[in-house]
């Protein structure tokens, strides 16, 4: 099953897809952390991202498409995959449409989180990631710590605040080009009936665990 995530910066898809993987087996493909593994490696593509993603800016399409095409392409992500960051345009799922019908695949599942915008803010400033590529784990120093402060769960790295999650012009810069670029999605995959809409809010006790397990319930029961 091919799932995508949608939602603003924020909103705590990382989280939803994490845990869906973890259920279903199925890779969680975040362009994201590919983009800052690859700044961390220090290799030609870092390097090329780096320079839009430090501006709060998107990769084009000439590079992050043939880098999900690849990815979709390994051997792990024959039984369904979790895209976490991608698509971001129409272009992008246009694009994706067509990878996957080229191996007779469609996207299956669209989970649209929707969060207050003062949470967003909020949230991204007490996010924590774990610092080990091969993890990438997500926490937030308040809704959803690590046992052991700056500690990883899973693997016990440190864990470290993502630079552009410390700049709040970067981080107003995230927002306004998600809903330019990115919201007309949701009217992209309401159209094709496969959009499902959850809001993720402290405020109403309904975070992305919730969301997860709801969705995994679903999965295994159909
Ligand atoms: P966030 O959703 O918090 O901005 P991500 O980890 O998804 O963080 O992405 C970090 C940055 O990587 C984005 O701000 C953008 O510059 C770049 N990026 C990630 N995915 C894409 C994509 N599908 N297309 C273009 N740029 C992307
Ligand atoms: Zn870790």
Redesign the pocket.
């Known amino acids: 099953m091919n799932i995508i995530m949608l939602g603003?910066?924020?909103t705590g898809?990382?989280t939803v897809a994490g845990f869906i993987s973890q259920e279903m087996g199925w890779p969680q493909i975040?362009?994201?952390?590919?983009?800052?593994k690859n700044i961390s490696e220090k290799t030609e593509l870092g390097i090329i991202?780096d320079s839009?993603?430090s501006k709060?800016?998107?990769?084009?399409?000439e590079?992050?498409v043939p880098i999900?095409k690849k990815r979709l392409a390994e051997d792990d992500a024959k039984n369904g995959v979790i895209l976490?960051?991608?698509?971001?345009?129409i272009a992008?799922a246009e694009k994706l449409d067509e990878i996957l019908a080229e191996v007779g695949k469609k996207v299956d599942l669209v989970i649209n989180l929707v969060t207050p915008k003062e949470e967003i803010i909020e949230r991204?400033l007490t996010r924590r990631v774990c610092t080990n590529q091969e993890c990438k784990a997500t926490y937030n120093t308040k809704l959803h710590p690590p046992k052991v402060e700056g500690i990883c769960d899973k693997c016990g790295a440190p864990l470290k605040q993502?630079d552009?999650?410390k700049d709040p012009e970067?981080i107003n810069r995230?927002l306004e080009?998600?809903e330019e670029k990115t919201s007309p999605l949701i009217e992209f995959y309401k159209q094709k009936g496969v959009l499902r809409t959850e809001t993720v809010s402290v405020a109403i006790n309904h975070l992305g665990k919730d969301v997860a397990d709801e969705v995994v319930r679903d999965i295994r029961g159909n």
Not at 30 to 36: N, V
Not at 56 to 61: A, E, F, Q, R, W
Not at 84 to 89: E, L, N, V, W
């Open positions: 603003a910066q924020g898809k990382g975040s362009t994201g952390d590919i983009f800052r991202a839009y993603i709060g800016n998107l990769v084009p399409d590079i992050t999900v976490d960051g991608f698509p971001r345009t992008q991204m993502r552009d999650d970067a995230r080009l998600y």
